[in-house]
Structures are given as structure tokens and as C-alpha cells.
């Protein structure tokens, strides 16, 4: 990859031969974990400026309808997360000349406060071609990182870094878009949609998120316009310009209350599109979830769109087939199935191979579909099974010819992200019609269906029983190869319980990684599996959405027991013992079982103890000296571990999830409730 300076600019035909569609991704760090800021793309015509408000892309409007524009949200990374972007520059309308890409923070935030802020674009083949680090942000709360321009007939790329004082709102406002503070906006969006957000039809309208310091508006047609100089006549008012641009059309989403069954009695069973009762082999999970996916796939366009667009695919006409023959040699192979989606009389295809049930990916088979890609021009192979893939820790290798002129690009998903995509668009997006978000919901269903092989990491591996035991024992030494193993089989599943916990709530949920960027993935487990090694412990951070801080997970192996906290800051203001009070109020319903800890400065732990015996006493958690300072409480859950490997009811897997959820429900939930109801 190569390294740009501020100011440089790069032809990027010079750089591949799949320009012609590229991901920019922006990416930073926060030392506390909880920093983050909001990715924006602005479409500029000849003059510097938008054609109209419709040209601004940001979270409330994420694509383009002609699929030019698509932000793809937050990827999980080794260090953090980044938000991609994917651009189709062959249909990029003829009178834009220049596409910026900028972040904006919000609630009074600089990019100061964030380290390693880094642009990189990558080709339609996934592979990177030039990164740009911005050095020295200051307190902007707003950065245009780089821009796409025309040149004739080819595409550039410039590293930019400009930041704003005045945030997304000035950004946008020297780029001619529209714009009005939030206070005018809040009556606006009661016009068609009441407080629940549903019409008279009783369709669900998407709650739309308010920009931080920005809302655009719509301009008017021309036709609609009243002429500078014109006045308008006695009698007659000017029609109301709208407060706010409707982003989407309305979209269908499925209710969470299911409806009441008409069955007599718990025996029946609803008739279900996909049956998955009768599977008996592990041949025809793969056959049947395969030709399930990809059917979907292609008749919902949203959800087909939603997986391949991270994988370079264009906006298009999408068919999908299962069971191809294509020769290779004597014996022809079979792929499990095939993706081509038409854009502009051009194809792109890739080849899919599935695996259900916790079977393991097979490298010879991986690298022979990668060779007959190559040698047919497509343009990727993408695997699917229930393992999550790791950074820096590929679920199979394979070799690259590099004397080949095409390259093709080896994409993996996992059966718990196709879940989450789905549940994201029936529970939360919502989609095109009725139809589709039936062909969602029963795709759902059949994923989480017990016979289906479908559920995603399930199975610790091989190393787990060892190294518990040698952990019990006190044989397990650094540098074990199986504490390595163990490492990174809890990192997956720490990623799955992000999207499974994110597809419910319909909110990022996202590993904290408070290592430094760029730093290698294989040096950084390796420490990890030292630490395991010496205290037995692995632990992870979640950052959740809208939640007051950071959700830890602790599993201690010598102990067999999981612990799940919170830490809550002190207000800025008030007394202690207000405080204490008013936390034992908003955790009422919270278990009695919580344990409360006071986080006190300079002192390795305060006051403590369980919300059954504090709810009388709130007193009890303020330290005896009155001079000594509280920084915050730790709210924290303990829970038995599951022995076995795997995600049985006794299984360590299970047990994590379970104690997740639980602390979520029951605390986490409480306190964005409570604080919601302060707020209003």
C-alpha cells in the first residue's frame, strides 16, 4: 500500500485495474474506548458545490439511488472499527467532478481527543492502494480526509486534511447544502408520522436519527420557487418549504409482538417456507442453506446489496444459482453457488463455497475455486460458515499466482452476520414491501432453527479442555500454542455476541481494542495468550450505542465464573449521597443480585455491595472519609461458567451469551431508561 502526504495525489488507473469501483475507509482510535465520530460524503458539481441537498450522504441518507454512493457502516477491526464506503465511479453522474469524504464529530468533540486517524481506499478486488494518516488534528470537530476528482476520462485520489472549527455544519454550508438548527426540526417530524412513528396506514416509518448540529433541507424545484423580486399576491401564502429531506421511502418492518396463533393447541407448527425439520446430513444443511440464501438474496435486493456491497460488488441486477459445474481439468467442480449481478452491461460474479454445522473451510477446495475465478475473470470467492475470521488469522490459506494479470479477491462471512443483516432490515431498516419482509422473516427463522447448522461460532475448539486444565493445574505455560487457540476462538466469539446484541437492539454494538493501531494482530494475541498463561482470565469490551459506558466481560478460568460490568462516572455536580440515591433509583428493577461498587480516586476499590442490601441503606456506599473523591461506581453481575467447549445448555459459549444478555436486559437497559426519563 502506499503512503500519501498531505496535498499528494494519485491516478488511481496507475494503481489497478479494478478502479473502476473502490472502498474509502476511515478509521481512528480512542485511548478510552468510547470515542467515535460520523462519516459524510459530499457529490460536488463544477463549481465547488452540491447540486442539491440529495447530494449529501450521511447515516440518515446512506445510499445513492443510482449506486454511486454506499456507506457500509462500521467494521469491526483489529484495533477498533472503521466506517467503509463504497463508491461505483463508472456511474457517478457526468456533471460531478469531485466526491469528498470527511468525519464530524459531535457534543462539543474534537478529532484531537482521537489518535491514528487514517484514510485508506482499496480496489474492487478488497485490495488497499494508498492510506493517508492525518498528524496533528487539533481540536476540529470536523476533517475532510481525502476526495476522489476527475481528471478527463480517469479518476484521482487527493489526501486532503482540512478540518473545520464549526463542525459538520460548516462543512456542509461552504459545499451549498441547505441547512437549519434541530429545534426547528422537531415539530417538523411529527407532520406525517405520530409519536410511535407510524402513519394512518399504520406503515412503520424509520425514526429518523437527528444529525448533530445538522439537518438539511430540501431545496424546491425551480417551478416552485418564487423569483427573487416577485411578490406574492394578497390572500395567497407561500407554500411551506419542508424543515427536514425525507431520506427513504416508507418501509415495511416487522412488528416485535408477534401475532396471537390461531393453532389449538402448542403441537401444531406453522407451515414454513424453508423447512429445516427433515435435514439429516450435514450435504444437505450446505445444499439447502446455501440455495435458501442466495434465492434471498436475489428477490429482496436490499438485503442482496447489504452483503456484497462490502465486497466490491456493483449496485445492479442480481441473480444467484447453486450446483455449477465448471471445468477444471478431468473432474469438474462444483462450487456450492455463484453470485452475478449485471451493472451497465458489465458482470460481476463470484463463487460461494458454504460450510454448516461448525465444519471447518478446506484450503484445497478454497484454492482450486480461487484458480478457476482467476482463469474466468471473475472477480471474487466468497466463503461462508459458521467461524468468525480474525484479522491477521485467515480461516484457510490459499496461494496467489502472482504472474496472473486478473486478481480475485477471497471474502469470508459468517452465518452470524447474515443473521444480523437480516434482522437489521426486518426489525429496525425496514424494506421495500411486505413480501420481502416476510422472505426475511422466514430466512431468519430457518438460520435459527436447530437443525438448520446455521447458528453461527459455536465450539471453542480443540484447545479449550487443555487449557482449562492446565490452568486449573498450573502446568500452562507462555508461549503454549493451545492458550493461542483459546485466544482467538474467544475473540470470535466475542465478535458474534457484538452482532448478535447489535442485531437485536438495532445499534452498533462494537469490540473495544485499546491496542494501537497498526499494530501486528499475531504480537498482540500472542500477549494475550501470555496473560491468559499467568493470570487465566480473558476479558473483552463492548461499546454499545447509546449506553453510559463501556460493557465489560471478564471470564476468570480459575474460578469458572463470568463477570459482566459497567462503570458508571460521578455527575459533575451534587453531593454524594444524592448520588448514591439516585443510582439505587434507577436500578429498581435491576436483579438484587447486582453487585454496586464505589470507584474511588487514588484507591484500588471503595465501598460495596449487593442492590438488595443497599436499596434500604444507599448511605452505605459512600466512603467513611468524607474528603476522599468519588469518580464513579461499577455496577457489576457474576454468573457460573459453562465446562464444555461447545454451545450446549452447559457450554461455555452459551454461558457468555446468556450473561451478556442478561446484564444488558437487566441493567444496561435500566439505566439508558432512567436517564432518557431525566433528559425528558
Known amino acids: 500500500m502506499r503512503e500519501m502526504t498531505k496535498g499528494s495525489n494519485v491516478a488511481l488507473a496507475a494503481l489497478s485495474e479494478n478502479a473502476g469501483s473502490v472502498i474509502v475507509s476511515l478509521s481512528w482510535v480512542s485511548p478510552t474506548g468510547e470515542g467515535d465520530a460520523d462519516v459524510s460524503v459530499l457529490l460536488l458539481d463544477g463549481n465547488g458545490k452540491v447540486r442539491g441537498d440529495g447530494d449529501f450522504y450521511f447515516y440518515n441518507n446512506p445510499v445513492a439511488a443510482d449506486g454511486s454512493v454506499q456507506m457500509l457502516g462500521k467494521t469491526p477491526t483489529e484495533s477498533g472499527d472503521e466506517d467503509r464506503i463504497s463508491f461505483d465511479l463508472t456511474v457517478v453522474p457526468e456533471r460531478i467532478d469531485r466526491i469528498v469524504v470527511a468525519a464530524s464529530r459531535y457534543g462539543g468533540a474534537g478529532f484531537g481527543e482521537l489518535e491514528d486517524l487514517k484514510v485508506t481506499l482499496a480496489d474492487g478486488s478488497g485490495e488497499a492502494l494508498v492510506g493517508f494518516a492525518i498528524e496533528d488534528a487539533g481540536a476540529v470537530s470536523a476533517i475532510i480526509f481525502g476526495e476522489l476528482y476527475r481528471r478527463g476520462e480517469e479518476w484521482k485520489f487527493r489526501a486532503v486534511g482540512q478540518g473545520y472549527d464549526t463542525g459538520l455544519a460548516g462543512l456542509a454550508t461552504d459545499f451549498g447544502v441547505d441547512i437549519e438548527d434541530d429545534a426547528a426540526t422537531d415539530d417538523a417530524g411529527t407532520d406525517d408520522a405520530d409519536a410511535n412513528g407510524t402513519n394512518a396506514d399504520d406503515t412503520v416509518v424509520p425514526v429518523e436519527r437527528p444529525v448533530p448540529g445538522l439537518v438539511p433541507t430540501p431545496r424546491p424545484p425551480a417551478d416552485e420557487a418564487t423569483p427573487v423580486g416577485e411578490t406574492v399576491p394578497v390572500g395567497e401564502t407561500v407554500p411551506k418549504k419542508p424543515l427536514r429531506p425525507r431520506t427513504a421511502k416508507k418501509k415495511v418492518t416487522v412488528p416485535k409482538a408477534p401475532k396471537k396463533s390461531l393453532a389449538e393447541n402448542d403441537s401444531w407448527r406453522q407451515a414454513r417456507l424453508f423447512p429445516a425439520s427433515a435435514l439429516k446430513s450435514d450435504r444437505d444443511r450446505e445444499t439447502r442453506a446455501t440455495s435458501v440464501l442466495l434465492s434471498v438474496m436475489a428477490q429482496v435486493p436490499e438485503f442482496g446489496r447489504r452483503l456484497t456491497a462490502a465486497f466490491g460488488a456493483p ?366
Open 315 to 680: 449496485a445492479g441486477r442480481m441473480e444467484t444459482f447453486t450446483e455449477v459445474s465448471l471445468p477444471q481439468g478431468d473432474t469438474p467442480r462444483r462450487p456450492d453457488g455463484v453470485i452475478r449481478v449485471e451493472r451497465a452491461g458489465k458482470l460481476w460474479t463470484a463463487l460461494v463455497e458454504t460450510k454448516t454445522n461448525g465444519n471447518a473451510l478446506k484450503s484445497e477446495q478454497v484454492q482450486a475455486y480461487m484458480d478457476i475465478a482467476a482463469r474466468r475473470g471473475y472477480e471474487a470467492v466468497i466463503t461462508l460458515s459458521n467461524d468468525v475470521a480474525l484479522d491477521g488469522s485467515p480461516l484457510v490459506d490459499v496461494k496467489v499466482d502472482g504472474r496472473r494479470k486478473h486478481k480475485v479477491a477471497l471474502w469470508h462471512l459468517s452465518w452470524a452476520e447474515v443473521a444480523h443483516q437480516a434482522q437489521m432490515l426486518i426489525r429496525h431498516e425496514g424494506v421495500g414491501d411486505k413480501a420481502h419482509a416476510w422472505l426475511l422473516l422466514e430466512l431468519l427463522h430457518y438460520l435459527r432453527h436447530d437443525n438448520s447448522g446455521c447458528h453461527g461460532f459455536q465450539n471453542m475448539g480443540a484447545a479449550w479442555v487443555p487449557v482449562r486444565n492446565g490452568i486449573d493445574d498450573e502446568t500452562l505455560c507462555a508461549g503454549d500454542p493451545r492458550a493461542l487457540d483459546v485466544v482467538e476462538s474467544w475473540e470470535r466469539l466475542v465478535r458474534q455476541i457484538c452482532l448478535s446484541l447489535g442485531g437485536e437492539l438495532g445499534q452498533k454494538v462494537l469490540p473495544v481494542q485499546r491496542a494501537k493501531r497498526g499494530a501486528d494482530p499475531k504480537e498482540r494475541r500472542s500477549r494475550l495468550a501470555d496473560q491468559l498463561c499467568l493470570d487465566g482470565r480473558l476479558s473483552a469490551e463492548l461499546r454499545i450505542e447509546g449506553a453510559p459506558g463501556v460493557l465489560a466481560v471478564n471470564a476468570d478460568l480459575r474460578t469458572a465464573k463470568l463477570r459482566t460490568s459497567i462503570d458508571i462516572p460521578a455527575p459533575a455536580q451534587g453531593y454524594p449521597l444524592t448520588w448514591a440515591k439516585r443510582l439505587v433509583r434507577r436500578l429498581a428493577d435491576a436483579p438484587a443480585d447486582l453487585h454496586v461498587e464505589t470507584l474511588v480516586e487514588g484507591e484500588p476499590g471503595g465501598p460495596r455491595g449487593t442492590l438488595e442490601r443497599l436499596r434500604p441503606e444507599p448511605a452505605d456506599l459512600l466512603p467513611k472519609n468524607p474528603d476522599t473523591r468519588i469518580t464513579g461506581f461499577r455496577l457489576s453481575l457474576f454468573k457460573g461458567m459453562g465446562s464444555s467447549r461447545g454451545n450446549a445448555e452447559s457450554g461455555f459459549i452459551r454461558s457468555v451469551d446468556d450473561a451478556v444478555n442478561r446484564f444488558h436486559e437487566g441493567v444496561v437497559v435500566r439505566l439508558e431508561t432512567s436517564l432518557e426519563t431525566s433528559r425528558a
